[in-house]
């Protein structure tokens, strides 16, 4: 996954649509952004993504979720496909009042685990050592230490992506079949499986609208033109709360 079209720094507004809204918007979304260069070698449109989210014994990136702190952040471990020399991503989502920052590090798929473990920020570990991947992994091992950080739960999904040509002004992203699974115990094997995983968000599809800058007018029409209605669709707090629903985790100290 080419990192350099991470939007660093954005703006960011969830939808929970059906999919026959979702199949509507897809040709009204392609007259202004490309497809994901990812999503046009599949024949769906969209490509899988696997996030392993880690959070303190005392689950506090869920609670400062649930609760709505308005600052706030998440750590994930996110990969794309199975392979020994595939990439995982570090990554710290990040949330200040109303805006995203994302800080990512592309380690080695041997390396992940070490970072996990409690490794340093060895250099060793990065795909490509420059000063800013050596940065976001200080800051992923800094708050991995802090919250003594471990994994929790293990999300997938698979993502239809329409973005600016040429710059990081507006992407759009349509998230389906999400579901949620238990982590099991002992090293992580980053795979695409996950044993007896939850549905979460059942049918629905997660829209996101995501910009850099001043809200898209071709944002405003399709809120207006498809009755879109902002709604909250956390992922991994979700995802807990439907393993807990079907009693394969318990939201105590953990």
């Known amino acids: 996954m080419n990192d350099s079209k991470l939007q660093r720094q954005r703006f960011e507004f969830k939808y929970r649509i059906t999919e026959q809204k979702a199949l509507a918007m897809r040709f009204f979304v392609q007259s202004y952004l490309d497809l994901d260069i990812y999503g046009a070698m599949q024949p769906d449109l969209s490509y899988p993504v696997h996030s392993i989210y880690l959070d303190s014994p005392s689950l506090k990136t869920y609670n400062d979720t649930l609760n709505g702190n308005r600052n706030r952040y998440k750590m994930r471990v996110r990969y794309y496909e199975n392979g020994a020399d595939a990439p995982v991503y570090l990554e710290v989502k990040r949330r200040e009042d109303k805006i995203i920052t994302k800080k990512r590090a592309i380690v080695h798929r041997w390396a992940a685990q070490e970072v996990l473990d409690g490794g340093i920020a060895d250099s060793r570990y990065l795909t490509d050592p ?61 795979n695409t499986e996950i044993e007896n995983p939850v549905t979460v968000f059942g049918p629905e599809v997660i829209l996101e609208l995501k910009f850099t800058n001043r809200f898209p007018e071709f944002f405003k029409t399709a809120v207006e033109v498809y009755g879109l209605r902002q709604a909250s669709a956390a992922k991994y707090v979700d995802g807990l709360i439907e393993l807990h629903r079907n009693r394969k985790v318990h939201l105590t100290h953990w």
């Open 130 to 190: 420059t000063p800013e991947q050596q940065e976001a992994l200080a800051y992923f091992c800094s708050l991995r230490n802090r919250l003594n950080a471990r994994a929790k739960t293990h999300i997938s999904y698979r993502r239809e992506a329409y973005e600016s040509r040429g710059s990081h002004a507006a992407r759009i992203t349509f998230d389906r079949h999400v579901v949620s699974g238990i982590v099991p115990d002992g090293p992580l094997r980053f």
